[in-house]
DNA sequence: CGGTATCCCATTTGATACTG
DNA sequence: CAGTATCAAATGGGATACCG
């Protein structure tokens, strides 16, 4: 395996998932989604190994998903929080989750539910503007301002 | 590492992951969505290994994501389309890439359009039933008829 | 063209032990 | 509690060669 995770990829996808992509990484930020702070609470959440843990979060802290608070009264570092970037990854998530709920099998072990009405969320879709559902046939992929010339050759000039 | 992706995991995310977490999938799945269909066209545009790439195509295939079709006039297998389950990772797929295009440096290398106006598609958000945006704390996460004793005891009764 | 079979090596993982 | 250090084993990745 080359050190650079995906290699000479211009794509968006590519580089979400050099930050998001490895292993355990997205179930860690599940995790802090659902509240967890702790590196005790995330380990045993997760049944993960420790140095795969610290190595998980350290790089996400790095990478500027999670930030770290000190806490009063604690001499250890502090608690891992979301950021404006990993909060940003709820979409994410939560299609992800659906999608597993949808495609798996057995129900659904956790629901996510409007605090104020207690329904639940709507199943995450792909809209126009003005919101209105697109398939995926409705939509064109054009090469954007950050494409290179394999990708303008790819998708028409 | 075991063989089970992620072990004793009571949720839809690993449920997912266990799919299209794995290295190369779900570049894999984006091409698929970009239209490509045949072996050598995910291998060129991706520049993978073609022991890695026939592993992601099978599992892909054996998963429900992609499907296969036979191609009058060519004696191989066939091409490779996206199944209903397979489509059904359309939003996750954008949001990786809204992502991606947000935080990573750099002008996005390609456009998402609605076909019909040529228009932007819309962020990706997580909303109510009604449409309406949510944010991280206007949700609440609550054990589902999937949960196990575990689950239940961490978000309440 | 569309793969499969082999080989080798860098990485990753998880277990255990240890530390402030 | 919150990690770091070390280590053996498994795995994943890429290259190359081969085949129908």
Chains 1, 2 share one sequence.
């Not at 994410?92 to 057995?106: S, Y």
Request: charged fraction near 25%.
């Amino acid at each position: 395996m080359r050190h650079v995770e995906f290699p000479d990829q211009t794509c968006s996808i590519a580089r979400a998932l050099e930050i998001v992509g490895e292993r355990w990484t997205l179930l860690v930020v599940r995790e802090a989604f659902f509240g967890t702070r702790r590196f005790g609470d995330f380990e045993a959440a997760l049944g993960i190994a420790k140095n795969v843990l610290s190595d998980r979060l350290a790089k996400l802290v790095a990478r500027g998903v999670l930030g770290r608070t000190s806490v009063v009264g604690r001499g250890n570092p502090g608690d891992y929080h979301l950021t404006a970037k990993g909060k940003d990854l709820f979409p994410i998530i939560i299609a992800l989750m659906q999608w597993g709920d949808r495609w798996g099998d057995g129900e659904p072990p956790v629901r996510v539910v409007e605090r104020a009405s207690g329904d639940e969320i709507a199943p995450m879709r792909v809209t126009s503007q003005e919101g209105a559902a697109l398939a995926l046939r409705e939509v064109a992929i054009l090469p954007g301002p950050g494409a290179d010339e394999a990708m303008r050759r790819r998708f028409g000039a």
